[in-house]
């Protein structure tokens, strides 16, 4: 419905590994990563919606400050330089970490109007394939596998609709923001 392409990591229940998944969206220069998984905790009482982005220590930030600060320039056919920011794989959503952040806190107000969420329902953690994510990103734990109640209510379809509903309305509001900031 809103003429974008789609980009899924994968259509089957097979493991990928998270460099894989990032590769996934980062080749194929998506705008936008949203991962979606279902939760595991050894409390079984555990519920909820949870959003990760990405946290980065301050070494990890200074690296990227200086990576794209400095960036390097290469000479181009017919004369000329182009510029390029070279920024470690492993550090790429530095860039974007306002961006997620507004992702993140648009995928929560979407969520909670839908599902159930954790009492903690946006957290920061480093984590891999968000780290790596060349673009916007965020990560969701839709309900705690663990958790019996939220076991059985994430296998109906009215909860897996609810969900999609939430993420669809969320990149609608996030693609609304994103073009309102880009304009001049």
Same mark, same amino acid.
């Given at each position: 419905?809103?003429?974008?392409?789609?980009?899924?990591?994968?259509?089957?229940?097979?493991?990928?590994?998270?460099?894989?998944? &990032?590769?996934? &969206?980062?080749?194929?220069?998506?705008?936008?990563?949203?991962?979606?998984?279902?939760?595991?905790?050894?409390?079984?009482?555990?519920?909820?919606?949870?959003?990760?982005?990405?946290?980065?220590?301050?070494?990890? &930030?200074?690296?990227?400050?200086?990576?794209?600060?400095?960036?390097?320039?290469?000479?181009?056919?017919?004369?000329?330089?182009?510029?390029?920011?070279?920024?470690?794989?492993?550090?790429?959503?530095?860039?974007?970490?306002?961006?997620?952040?507004?992702?993140?806190?648009?995928?929560?107000?979407?969520?909670?109007?839908?599902?159930?969420?954790?009492?903690?329902?946006?957290?920061?953690?480093?984590?891999?394939?968000?780290?790596? &994510?060349?673009?916007?990103?965020?990560?969701?734990?839709?309900?705690?596998?663990?958790?019996?109640?939220?076991?059985?209510?994430?296998?109906?379809?009215?909860?897996?609709?609810?969900?999609?509903?939430?993420?669809?309305?969320?990149?609608?509001?996030?693609?609304?923001?994103?073009?309102?900031?880009?304009?001049?």
């Amino acid at each position: 419905r809103l003429g974008l392409r789609v980009i899924l990591t994968r259509e089957d229940d097979r493991t990928l590994g998270l460099d894989d998944r &990032a590769a996934v &969206a980062n080749n194929g220069k998506a705008n936008l990563l949203i991962s979606l998984h279902a939760n595991g905790s050894p409390v079984p009482e555990q519920s909820g919606a949870e959003i990760f982005r990405l946290q980065l220590d301050r070494e990890s &930030a200074d690296v990227v400050r200086v990576a794209t600060a400095e960036g390097t320039s290469l000479p181009t056919l017919g004369g000329g330089v182009r510029r390029l920011d070279l920024i470690p794989w492993d550090l790429a959503q530095a860039r974007h970490l306002d961006e997620s952040s507004v992702l993140a806190s648009v995928l929560q107000e979407e969520l909670q109007l839908q599902v159930p969420m954790s009492t903690h329902p946006v957290r920061e953690a480093p984590m891999r394939l968000l780290a790596a &994510a060349n673009m916007p990103a965020a990560l969701v734990e839709v309900a705690y596998l663990t958790n019996p109640q939220q076991e059985a209510r994430l296998k109906t379809e009215d909860f897996k609709a609810s969900v999609a509903q939430a993420v669809f309305s969320a990149i609608v509001r996030f693609r609304a923001w994103s073009e309102e900031s880009q304009t001049p």
